[in-house]
């Protein structure tokens, strides 16, 4: 074997145990489906199931491109918990699911995530308040009785969580100035 080919192989197997590193363990916390791409629309090529163990092989927005028992292609970040399969609890599950969206797992400290619902900066920036469309939205509540049916058929225990603490104020109270909400 020439040197340029044991280089070559050793490059092969540098490289292939640099992908293996890179690839982190996850369980599922909820049931969903595996795309076949990073899209709600794309084509389903399998299904996991509350508890299966994966592989997490790339990240790309709100989707994890996976590797598991039941097939390989995508799932939404929020439904992969990172870290080795164990026992779990509906707290330490709603922890976890609030950690990954939050992106600040044990700090207290809660940041948004628009990036992944994208949003830009500009985007941002550019946003003004829109009374029809925040109506809009609101016409979308239904009442306790009509999300008690919903829960009821789609099998759903009922969780009591608490609210969030009320916002500290901000450091500077300096009123608005003319012109600027």
Do not use: C, H
């Not at 389903?44 to 994890?64: C, E």
């Not at 028992?69 to 330490?92: E, Y």
């Not at 992106?103 to 029809?132: C, H, N, P, Y």
């Not at 009821?152 to 225990?157: S, V």
Request: no cysteine; net charge positive.
């Amino acid at each position: 074997m020439s040197k340029t080919s044991r280089f070559m192989a050793v490059l092969a197997l540098a490289a292939t145990a640099l992908v293996y590193a890179a690839t982190e363990s996850g369980v599922v916390l909820k049931a969903d489906s595996i795309k076949s791409e990073p899209f709600k629309d794309a084509n389903t090529v399998g299904s996991l199931n509350k508890g299966d163990s994966v592989q997490i092989v790339a990240k790309k927005g709100g989707w994890l491109q996976i590797k598991s028992a039941a097939g390989a292609g995508w799932v939404r970040m929020l439904s992969i918990k990172r870290g080795a399969a164990g026992g779990s609890s509906a707290a330490g599950e709603l922890g976890g699911v609030a950690a990954m969206s939050t992106g600040r797992a044990g700090t207290g400290q809660i940041t948004s995530a628009t990036g992944v619902r994208g949003l830009s900066e500009e985007d941002l920036k550019a946003a003004k308040f829109d009374a029809a469309e925040l109506a809009r939205a609101q016409g979308n509540a239904v009442s306790a009785s009509v999300a008690a049916q919903f829960a009821t058929a789609g099998k759903l225990a009922s969780q009591n969580v608490a609210f969030l603490p009320e916002p500290r104020p901000a450091a500077n109270t300096e009123p608005p100035r003319a012109g600027r909400q």
